[in-house]
């Protein structure tokens, strides 16, 4: 999410961050094996960052990210003032063939998983990015995201909302999109042609623009200081 993170600040977004899971990229601590134990780690990360919880801020999450944003907003703390949901879905589930992939003791299982039916360059991105990870946390993080299903709370968020796809996103595909879109009120859908499920990577400047201009219509909050940008999980 770093290259991400640099397209929001260089959009306008000067405080616009990626936070590490427990566990990876310089983050002491286990890896957590849930959607809801992440969203924890992230409320913590929060705090942290701002010092209170009431300060406002946005949460911007691709894929799992977006999961935990979701999660997160379910029982949104007092200062969340928006969500940015990229590439994901109110439910989510892995193809075998990562897990597969990622269990295995060697590189065997990788061809496997990157003929799998529907396979692309992108997916195969993501598989590579997953095994660079310390694989404890790779495998709870795809297992996490296997068990993901807030199908029957989505309606719940009121927050605004973005939702952003690739329109060849085979991970999370468009009906993924139009799900959240259909049952989160007021929701705004942007569809990017083309483009598949690493849009952070892919398309970074793009999901910059769509969520600065998003938030850039949000009204301001009335008493308060102006929101954070957003904070990629």
Same mark, same amino acid.
């Given at each position: 999410?770093? @290259? *991400? #993170?640099? &397209?929001? !600040?260089? +959009?306008?977004? $000067?405080?616009?961050?990626? /936070?590490?899971? %427990? ?13 809801? @134990? *992440? #969203?924890? &780690?992230? !409320?913590? +990360?929060?705090? $942290?960052?701002?010092?209170? /919880?009431?300060? %406002? ?15 997160? #907003? ?7 003032? $928006? ?32 003929? $799998? ?117």
């Amino acid at each position: 999410m770093g @290259a *991400l #993170a640099n &397209a929001l !600040r260089a +959009a306008g977004c $000067a405080d616009a961050r990626a /936070l590490a899971y %427990p566990g990876r990229e310089g983050n002491e601590g286990l890896p957590r094996d849930t959607v809801a @134990a *992440l #969203a924890e &780690a992230v !409320r913590d +990360a929060v705090r $942290a960052a701002l010092g209170d /919880l009431d300060r %406002p801020h946005v949460m911007l999450g691709h894929s799992m990210g977006g999961a935990v944003a979701i999660e997160y #907003a379910l029982d949104p703390p007092r200062g969340l003032e $928006a969500l940015v949901l990229v590439s994901t879905g109110a439910r989510l589930r892995v193809h075998p063939s990562i897990l597969a992939a990622l269990e295995a003791t060697d590189g065997a299982e990788d061809t496997n998983a990157t003929q $799998a039916p529907g396979a692309s360059a992108s997916f195969a991105r993501g598989l590579e990015q997953s095994r660079r990870a310390p694989r404890p946390s790779a495998l709870a993080d795809w297992r996490a995201a296997n068990a993901f299903d807030r199908m029957d709370r989505i309606h719940e968020l009121t927050l605004p909302t973005l939702i952003v796809v690739g329109e060849n996103d085979i991970l999370t595909p468009l009906k993924y999109a139009r799900f959240l879109h259909e049952h989160i009120p007021g929701a705004q859908l942007e569809t990017l042609p083309g483009a598949g499920h690493s849009l952070p990577t892919e398309h970074p400047s793009r999901v910059a623009e769509l969520t600065e201009r998003f938030l850039a219509s949000l009204p301001t909050r009335t008493g308060g200081p102006e929101p954070t940008p957003p904070r990629s999980t």
